[in-house]
């Protein structure tokens, strides 16, 4: 069975940092780009970062640039993003995906081949 875990989210203060987790399993991690997709809370889904099979090339977003590492272990098949600096529109929900091109700068989880159930990141005072 394919599963996307993440986990890490919390409540964290403005200027705060959290590093988010994504376990893969069921399939050949080290196969697929990954990338994270966020929502807000009555807003659309929103592309945050993606991030090649070998974790040899990142890309992020305009505004999460600078305050966002996407990171991976292949030997562990997890992926992580480290949040740092975290303001209040950084609240949402943090999905991870996978998806076998090069890398997808795609919000959209039909794009993907696998998605996980999110992750409630919370940031306010």
């Known amino acids: 069975e394919v599963q996307l875990v993440e986990s890490g989210g919390g409540l964290v203060q403005p200027g705060g940092s959290l590093r988010l987790s994504c376990a893969a399993s069921g399939f050949t991690f080290n196969d697929y780009a990954m990338s994270w997709v966020r929502q807000a809370p009555g807003k659309g889904l929103e592309w945050v970062s993606g991030i090649t099979w070998n974790g040899g090339s990142t890309y992020y977003a305009e505004s999460m640039k600078g305050r966002f590492t996407a990171s991976r272990d292949n030997a562990k098949n997890t992926m992580y993003l480290q949040m740092n600096s975290l303001k209040p529109e950084d609240t949402a929900v943090y999905y991870c995906?996978?998806?076998?091109?090069?890398?997808?700068?795609?919000?959209?989880?039909?794009?993907?081949?696998?998605w996980g159930q999110g992750t409630q990141v919370t940031v306010a005072s």
């Open positions: 995906a996978a998806d076998a091109g090069y890398y997808r700068r795609s919000s959209d989880p039909s794009d993907y081949n696998y």
